[in-house]
């Protein structure tokens, strides 16, 4: 299976931050990541697909980088409503299509 | 528009089984598949498997194989994910979710709202 790490697990930040996670495969997934968004309580939100691609709807402070084995999610301006958790997923080969541990956003 | 709605709640002992429903509307059933991603209480998510709507074929992960069952119903644009031999650890809130991409694998796009399934005795 595909392990996925995901750095920092918890993150504290003020409104208007810029935010970086980063997510590591145990090996290559050429760019097949995508990024979601978890509120308590709710479903995952996809946000970010193909590691760059924003989804439809989401706002473009959010953008995806990478690929291979390390990918990034930047948030470019945190609002309130990004307070959330994100995890990376891989869908490069499964089964399974593993998801990252997560990392909390939380206000400092 | 395109929803997924999935079944009530369901409180069940060990050793029984469950049956979680997630009913499609607003597209094309067939053309998409879907997935199954369970999080226990305070966890992370677990990606659960995965089922064709066009031929219900199905690919899960290896730790549940064995104990669950994925279908569909094209009649009622209805997908289902059976698990049984429940143990107390299965507590968790289903999801079923929708793929993006007809094609390939870019991840899930549409997610139902969660089916709480408690084990316990």
């Known amino acids: 299976d595909i392990q996925l790490t995901q750095s920092p697990s918890f993150l504290s930040a003020s409104v208007g931050d810029r935010v970086t996670i980063t997510c590591r495969a145990s090996?290559?997934?050429?760019?097949?990541l995508a990024w979601y968004q978890q509120k308590p309580g709710k479903a995952p939100k996809l946000l970010i697909y193909?590691?760059?691609t924003l989804q439809s709807g989401v706002p473009s402070r959010f953008s995806g980088s990478g690929s291979g084995a390390e990918f990034t999610l930047t948030i470019s301006s945190l609002q309130p409503e990004d307070f959330a958790t994100y995890y990376c997923q891989q869908l490069n080969s499964y089964p399974p299509f593993t998801f990252g541990p997560g990392t909390k956003v939380h206000i400092k | 528009q395109v929803q997924l709605v999935q079944s009530g709640v369901e409180v069940k002992k060990p050793g029984a089984s469950v049956k979680v429903s997630c009913k499609a509307s607003?597209?094309?059933?067939?053309?998409?598949?879907i997935s199954w991603v369970r999080q226990a209480p305070g966890q992370g998510l677990e990606w659960m498997g995965w089922i064709s709507g066009y031929n219900g074929n199905t690919n899960y992960a290896q730790r549940l194989q064995g104990r669950v069952t994925m279908t569909t119903d094209t009649s009622t644009s209805t997908a289902y994910m059976e698990l049984r031999s429940l143990r107390s650890d299965d507590t968790a809130v289903y999801y079923c979710?929708?793929?993006?991409?007809?094609?390939?694998?870019?991840?899930?796009?549409?997610w139902g709202q969660g089916t709480t399934v408690i084990v316990s005795s």
């Open positions: 979710a929708r793929d993006l991409s007809k094609e390939y694998f870019y991840g899930m796009d549409v």
């Open positions: 090996q290559g997934i050429r760019n097949y």
């Open positions: 193909a590691a760059s």
């Open positions: 607003g597209y094309s059933f067939t053309s998409y598949g």
